[in-house]
């Protein structure tokens, strides 16, 4: 059965470095998704992607985040300069129409110290 | 603002016995509905949806829910507990603005537990 993947799992990083989270979604989806949860706390919706660009992104999604699809398969985040509230877990998903089923990945730990 | 609540965040019942887990959700139109399952190192699996129709919809696993527009419900239920129910429940909201694509507001989760 198609799963969506999630690499690493789990990512330490210091405070004010780069991280790029990597997702390789379910390959005939066309729109593509990140949620994050803080410990404790709901999953937060991020943005979406569709058509290679963003279809829409939340007030967390700001500037020091990024996606991008760099070529046919894989699906990334990027927080150029990580602050210590950053940690969370970071969700993929993905969906093959609007409104359709999201699938979601397994997840990737990130801890900022 | 469209919210979903989940006032129980921790449930712990005998295997065998019934379920239900609480879901409201605020929105202002008709609202896509889920609820997903989360397993300890696992993504989130969907367990069920709700988009129009008949308001008792059958998901995997022997659980269903039940959306109630009067109440802005959306309960899940399973008669018989197993042990491998254990883990976390989601309760989602579909936002549906114009060229939105769909994203989830999630509940805070319940933690369900199982004594055997």
């Known amino acids: 059965e198609p799963e969506v993947t999630q690499t690493p799992s789990h990512q330490v990083t210091q405070m004010g470095q780069e991280v790029i989270l990597r997702c390789v979604p379910i390959s005939n989806h066309l729109y593509f998704y990140w949620y994050r949860q803080i410990l404790g706390q709901k999953v937060e919706f991020l943005v979406s992607f569709y058509n290679n660009e963003i279809s829409e992104k939340s007030e967390i999604f700001d500037d020091q985040f990024s996606v991008e699809r760099p070529d046919g398969s894989n699906f990334t985040l990027k927080i150029r300069s990580t602050k210590l509230e950053d940690s969370a877990m970071y969700f993929c998903a993905s969906s093959a129409q609007w409104r359709a089923e999201q699938f979601f990945g397994p997840g990737t730990r990130l801890t900022v110290l | 603002a469209q919210s979903v609540t989940q006032p129980d965040i921790h449930i712990t019942v005998s295997e065998g016995a019934s379920l239900e887990l609480r879901c409201n959700y605020s929105?202002?139109?008709?609202?896509?509905l889920f609820w997903y399952v989360q397993s300890p190192g696992q993504g989130l699996q969907l367990l069920l949806k709700y988009f129009s129709g008949d308001t008792l919809v059958q998901g995997i696993k022997g659980f269903e829910a039940e959306f109630k527009r009067s109440q802005s419900s959306f309960n899940l239920r399973k008669p018989s507990v197993h042990w491998s129910d254990a883990a976390e429940y989601f309760c989602a909201v579909g936002v549906n603005y114009g060229g939105s694509q769909g994203n989830l507001i999630f509940g805070k989760g319940t933690k369900l537990s199982v004594k055997p």
């Open positions: 929105y202002g139109a008709t609202p896509y």
